[in-house]
């Protein structure tokens, strides 16, 4: 069974506004960390932003903020003032905590088109 | 800072052909990773290393082998191409063994057999 599901395949929004990726993830462990990535048309892969499990605000770093709804195991990506140079694929991934070798679980991901 | 350099860039070979890609990261990161991507798709593990010469499989390692004879690189080998396989192999390496820590990725080698 998939660990992590980004239901999502691409999304075109236009520029100047906000777009939501969903992202679900399925873990026995009490302690666990959600990551998202960011895959530019180059190929390039980045961190964006970390969600940690026990925490209970959503993460935000400059204009991508997280939905954390633990209830639900649910990690949303949200990017606020989109702009053309978002454009790209966006994975989102997970690590349990209990896991000594740490690997990451990664989503599908979900290709953004942003348009002028 | 640091970064992961991934030799070559493109790799064309032949089917049945062994074939061998290489890492280097100067982060002084303990743990590598190898990662496939097929075209539009996700990130696969192949294998991983916690530290020099530890290898653990991933969900993909059939067909392959890899090889981490110093902290700083880990290699990784297609022991028979596969005609018409066309994939992207990544590179990723990340401090320690703290679950909090991000991955930083190598720019790909992007594999194409005939």
């Known amino acids: 069974a998939q660990k992590v599901t980004q239901t999502q395949t691409s999304i075109s929004v236009v520029e100047k506004t906000t777009v939501t990726m969903d992202c679900v993830y399925e873990?026995?462990?009490?302690?666990?960390?959600l990551f998202w990535y960011k895959q530019t048309a180059s190929g390039e892969i980045v961190f964006l932003i970390r969600?940690?499990?026990?925490?209970?605000e959503n993460a935000t770093v400059g204009h991508y903020s997280l939905n954390f709804q633990k209830p639900k195991s649910s990690i949303g990506l949200i990017i606020t003032a989109t702009q053309i140079e978002d454009s790209a694929v966006y994975f989102c991934?997970?690590?349990?905590?209990?896991?000594?070798?740490?690997?990451?679980?990664f989503g599908a991901g979900t290709q953004l088109i942003v348009i002028p | 800072g640091g970064i992961i350099t991934q030799t070559p860039k493109f790799l064309i070979g032949q089917e049945g052909q062994k074939l061998t890609l290489k890492c280097q990261q100067n982060?002084?990161?303990?743990?590598m990773y190898w990662y496939r991507q097929d075209s539009g798709k996700g990130l696969r593990l192949i294998y991983y290393?916690?530290?020099?010469?530890?290898?653990q499989k991933g969900d993909l390692s059939e067909g392959y082998d890899a090889s981490r004879e110093k902290k700083s690189s880990f290699s990784l080998t297609v022991t028979s191409a596969q005609k018409n396989e066309m994939a992207v192999f990544l590179c990723?390496?990340?401090?320690?063994?703290?679950?909090?820590?991000?991955?930083?990725f190598g720019p790909g080698t992007r594999l194409t057999v005939l």
């Open positions: 982060f002084n990161h303990d743990t």
């Open positions: 873990t026995r462990d009490s302690s666990y960390f």
């Open positions: 991934a997970m690590r349990e905590g209990r896991s000594a070798l740490g690997r990451l679980h």
């Open positions: 969600q940690d499990s026990y925490k209970k």
């Open positions: 290393s916690i530290t020099e010469n530890d290898l």
């Open positions: 990723a390496s990340r401090p320690g063994l703290g679950p909090y820590a991000e991955q930083f």
